[in-house]
Antibody, heavy 120, light 110 residues
Protein backbone atom coordinates (compact mmCIF):
# COMPACT_ATOMS: atom_id res chain seq x y z
CA UNK A 1 0.00 0.00 0.00
CA UNK A 2 1.42 3.35 -1.06
CA UNK A 3 1.53 5.98 1.67
CA UNK A 4 2.62 9.60 1.52
CA UNK A 5 3.40 11.64 4.61
CA UNK A 6 4.05 15.38 4.54
CA UNK A 7 6.19 16.94 7.23
CA UNK A 8 7.75 20.28 8.04
CA UNK A 9 7.42 23.40 10.20
CA UNK A 10 3.86 24.39 10.97
CA UNK A 11 4.81 28.06 11.34
CA UNK A 12 6.90 30.15 8.95
CA UNK A 13 7.67 33.86 9.20
CA UNK A 14 6.76 36.23 6.36
CA UNK A 15 9.46 36.64 3.69
CA UNK A 16 11.11 33.36 4.71
CA UNK A 17 11.19 30.08 2.77
CA UNK A 18 8.64 27.37 3.43
CA UNK A 19 10.14 23.87 3.27
CA UNK A 20 8.15 20.65 3.31
CA UNK A 21 9.05 17.02 2.77
CA UNK A 22 6.88 14.19 1.49
CA UNK A 23 8.09 10.76 2.59
CA UNK A 24 6.86 7.94 0.39
CA UNK A 25 6.45 4.33 1.52
CA UNK A 26 5.22 1.36 -0.45
CA UNK A 27 6.73 2.65 -3.70
CA UNK A 28 10.13 3.77 -4.89
CA UNK A 29 10.01 7.38 -6.03
CA UNK A 30 12.66 6.71 -8.67
CA UNK A 31 11.04 3.69 -10.29
CA UNK A 32 8.80 3.67 -13.30
CA UNK A 33 7.35 6.93 -14.55
CA UNK A 34 6.05 8.40 -11.31
CA UNK A 35 5.34 12.09 -10.96
CA UNK A 36 5.12 13.64 -7.50
CA UNK A 37 2.79 16.59 -7.14
CA UNK A 38 2.21 19.28 -4.54
CA UNK A 39 -1.22 20.82 -4.05
CA UNK A 40 -2.32 23.32 -1.45
CA UNK A 41 -5.62 24.36 0.06
CA UNK A 42 -6.13 27.53 2.04
CA UNK A 43 -8.45 27.01 4.98
CA UNK A 44 -12.01 26.92 3.72
CA UNK A 45 -10.90 27.39 0.11
CA UNK A 46 -10.33 25.29 -2.98
CA UNK A 47 -7.41 23.22 -4.23
CA UNK A 48 -4.48 24.86 -6.00
CA UNK A 49 -1.94 22.82 -7.95
CA UNK A 50 1.59 23.96 -7.13
CA UNK A 51 3.70 21.77 -9.34
CA UNK A 52 5.19 18.35 -9.91
CA UNK A 53 8.55 16.67 -10.13
CA UNK A 54 9.29 13.64 -12.27
CA UNK A 55 11.20 10.75 -10.76
CA UNK A 56 14.20 11.68 -12.88
CA UNK A 57 14.14 15.32 -11.84
CA UNK A 58 12.26 17.34 -14.46
CA UNK A 59 9.59 19.70 -13.18
CA UNK A 60 6.39 21.53 -14.13
CA UNK A 61 5.12 24.48 -12.10
CA UNK A 62 1.95 26.53 -11.76
CA UNK A 63 2.80 29.71 -13.67
CA UNK A 64 1.49 31.86 -10.83
CA UNK A 65 3.97 30.31 -8.37
CA UNK A 66 6.83 29.36 -10.66
CA UNK A 67 9.16 32.15 -9.63
CA UNK A 68 9.02 31.09 -5.96
CA UNK A 69 8.78 27.27 -6.10
CA UNK A 70 11.44 24.59 -6.20
CA UNK A 71 10.61 20.88 -6.21
CA UNK A 72 13.20 18.14 -5.85
CA UNK A 73 13.59 14.45 -5.10
CA UNK A 74 15.95 12.60 -2.74
CA UNK A 75 16.00 9.02 -3.95
CA UNK A 76 18.22 7.87 -1.07
CA UNK A 77 15.54 8.87 1.42
CA UNK A 78 12.57 8.20 -0.89
CA UNK A 79 11.43 11.77 -0.32
CA UNK A 80 10.11 14.64 -2.37
CA UNK A 81 10.67 18.21 -1.23
CA UNK A 82 8.91 21.54 -1.73
CA UNK A 83 10.47 24.95 -1.17
CA UNK A 84 8.40 28.12 -1.50
CA UNK A 85 10.32 31.36 -1.07
CA UNK A 86 9.27 34.85 0.04
CA UNK A 87 6.10 33.63 1.71
CA UNK A 88 3.24 35.85 2.83
CA UNK A 89 0.06 35.20 4.79
CA UNK A 90 -1.57 34.21 1.49
CA UNK A 91 0.65 31.11 1.45
CA UNK A 92 -0.92 29.81 4.67
CA UNK A 93 -2.59 26.53 3.70
CA UNK A 94 -2.72 22.78 4.01
CA UNK A 95 -0.07 21.37 1.69
CA UNK A 96 -0.63 17.96 0.13
CA UNK A 97 1.66 15.74 -1.86
CA UNK A 98 0.14 13.31 -4.34
CA UNK A 99 1.30 10.73 -6.85
CA UNK A 100 0.72 10.29 -10.55
CA UNK A 101 1.75 7.00 -12.16
CA UNK A 102 2.51 8.73 -15.48
CA UNK A 103 2.38 12.30 -16.72
CA UNK A 104 -1.30 12.31 -17.61
CA UNK A 105 -2.77 9.89 -15.09
CA UNK A 106 -4.77 11.24 -12.15
CA UNK A 107 -3.57 11.93 -8.63
CA UNK A 108 -4.23 8.50 -7.21
CA UNK A 109 -2.54 8.59 -3.81
CA UNK A 110 -2.56 11.62 -1.52
CA UNK A 111 -0.89 12.41 1.75
CA UNK A 112 -2.89 13.54 4.76
CA UNK A 113 -1.70 17.11 4.34
CA UNK A 114 0.50 19.44 6.39
CA UNK A 115 -0.86 22.72 7.76
CA UNK A 116 1.49 25.67 7.36
CA UNK A 117 0.75 29.08 8.81
CA UNK A 118 2.70 32.16 7.75
CA UNK A 119 2.84 34.62 10.62
CA UNK A 120 5.35 36.68 12.53
CA UNK B 1 -3.78 29.78 -15.69
CA UNK B 2 -7.21 30.45 -14.25
CA UNK B 3 -9.14 28.04 -12.08
CA UNK B 4 -11.88 26.06 -13.78
CA UNK B 5 -15.37 27.36 -13.04
CA UNK B 6 -17.68 25.28 -10.86
CA UNK B 7 -20.93 26.25 -9.14
CA UNK B 8 -20.34 27.05 -5.48
CA UNK B 9 -23.09 24.72 -4.35
CA UNK B 10 -25.52 22.11 -5.60
CA UNK B 11 -28.17 20.38 -3.54
CA UNK B 12 -30.61 17.53 -3.91
CA UNK B 13 -32.84 15.18 -1.98
CA UNK B 14 -31.92 11.58 -1.24
CA UNK B 15 -32.46 9.39 -4.28
CA UNK B 16 -32.33 12.28 -6.73
CA UNK B 17 -29.69 12.90 -9.37
CA UNK B 18 -27.57 16.01 -9.46
CA UNK B 19 -24.98 17.33 -11.90
CA UNK B 20 -21.91 19.44 -11.15
CA UNK B 21 -20.45 21.38 -14.05
CA UNK B 22 -16.84 22.37 -14.64
CA UNK B 23 -16.13 24.95 -17.31
CA UNK B 24 -12.68 25.64 -18.67
CA UNK B 25 -11.19 26.80 -21.92
CA UNK B 26 -9.80 25.40 -25.14
CA UNK B 27 -6.41 25.28 -23.38
CA UNK B 28 -7.48 22.87 -20.66
CA UNK B 29 -10.84 21.04 -20.52
CA UNK B 30 -11.54 21.57 -24.21
CA UNK B 31 -8.13 20.24 -25.17
CA UNK B 32 -7.84 17.37 -22.74
CA UNK B 33 -9.19 13.88 -22.23
CA UNK B 34 -7.49 14.01 -18.83
CA UNK B 35 -10.24 15.46 -16.70
CA UNK B 36 -10.65 14.10 -13.19
CA UNK B 37 -13.03 14.61 -10.30
CA UNK B 38 -12.18 14.43 -6.60
CA UNK B 39 -14.40 14.14 -3.56
CA UNK B 40 -13.33 15.74 -0.30
CA UNK B 41 -15.01 15.28 3.05
CA UNK B 42 -14.25 17.79 5.84
CA UNK B 43 -10.83 17.35 7.33
CA UNK B 44 -9.85 14.68 4.81
CA UNK B 45 -7.59 14.55 1.78
CA UNK B 46 -9.27 14.53 -1.63
CA UNK B 47 -10.23 11.14 -3.06
CA UNK B 48 -10.16 10.28 -6.76
CA UNK B 49 -13.67 9.71 -8.07
CA UNK B 50 -13.48 9.92 -11.88
CA UNK B 51 -10.50 10.03 -14.24
CA UNK B 52 -10.01 10.46 -17.99
CA UNK B 53 -13.41 12.21 -18.18
CA UNK B 54 -15.59 9.20 -17.46
CA UNK B 55 -13.65 6.34 -15.89
CA UNK B 56 -14.15 5.17 -12.33
CA UNK B 57 -11.33 3.75 -10.21
CA UNK B 58 -11.92 0.38 -8.64
CA UNK B 59 -14.10 0.71 -5.58
CA UNK B 60 -15.94 3.87 -6.60
CA UNK B 61 -19.70 3.49 -6.80
CA UNK B 62 -21.29 3.44 -10.25
CA UNK B 63 -23.64 6.15 -8.99
CA UNK B 64 -20.86 8.55 -9.98
CA UNK B 65 -20.39 9.27 -13.65
CA UNK B 66 -18.52 11.81 -15.73
CA UNK B 67 -18.82 13.34 -19.17
CA UNK B 68 -17.49 16.20 -21.26
CA UNK B 69 -18.77 18.42 -24.04
CA UNK B 70 -16.54 21.08 -25.48
CA UNK B 71 -15.02 23.16 -22.71
CA UNK B 72 -17.34 21.83 -20.02
CA UNK B 73 -17.01 18.63 -18.00
CA UNK B 74 -19.75 17.29 -15.78
CA UNK B 75 -20.06 15.00 -12.78
CA UNK B 76 -23.40 13.32 -12.18
CA UNK B 77 -24.33 11.69 -8.91
CA UNK B 78 -27.37 9.47 -9.21
CA UNK B 79 -29.35 8.03 -6.31
CA UNK B 80 -28.01 10.75 -4.01
CA UNK B 81 -27.11 9.47 -0.55
CA UNK B 82 -26.29 11.21 2.72
CA UNK B 83 -22.63 10.18 2.48
CA UNK B 84 -22.32 12.01 -0.83
CA UNK B 85 -22.43 15.31 1.03
CA UNK B 86 -18.94 16.68 0.44
CA UNK B 87 -16.92 19.08 -1.67
CA UNK B 88 -16.20 18.10 -5.27
CA UNK B 89 -13.35 19.36 -7.42
CA UNK B 90 -12.69 18.95 -11.11
CA UNK B 91 -9.13 18.87 -12.43
CA UNK B 92 -7.80 19.12 -15.96
CA UNK B 93 -4.50 18.67 -17.71
CA UNK B 94 -3.52 21.68 -19.81
CA UNK B 95 -1.75 22.28 -23.10
CA UNK B 96 1.32 23.44 -21.17
CA UNK B 97 1.68 20.19 -19.20
CA UNK B 98 0.31 21.63 -15.99
CA UNK B 99 -2.79 20.81 -13.98
CA UNK B 100 -5.60 23.15 -12.99
CA UNK B 101 -8.37 22.63 -10.46
CA UNK B 102 -11.88 23.96 -10.34
CA UNK B 103 -12.95 26.18 -7.48
CA UNK B 104 -14.94 23.39 -5.88
CA UNK B 105 -18.64 22.64 -5.39
CA UNK B 106 -20.30 21.90 -2.08
CA UNK B 107 -22.91 19.19 -2.52
CA UNK B 108 -25.65 19.22 0.08
CA UNK B 109 -28.11 16.38 0.61
CA UNK B 110 -31.39 17.91 1.76
Amino acid sequence: QVQLLESGPGLVKPSQTLSLTCTVSGASISSGTYYWNWIRQSVGKGLEWIGRVYARGSTNYNPSLKSRVTLSVDTSKNQVSLQLSSVTAADSAIYYCARQVTGTTPLDYWGQGSLVTVSS
Amino acid sequence: QSALTQPASVSGSPGQSITVSCTGTSSDVGASNYVSWYQQHPGKAPKLLIYDVSNRPSGVSNRFSGSKSGNTASLTISGLQAEDEADYYCNSYTRTSTWVFGGGTKVTVL
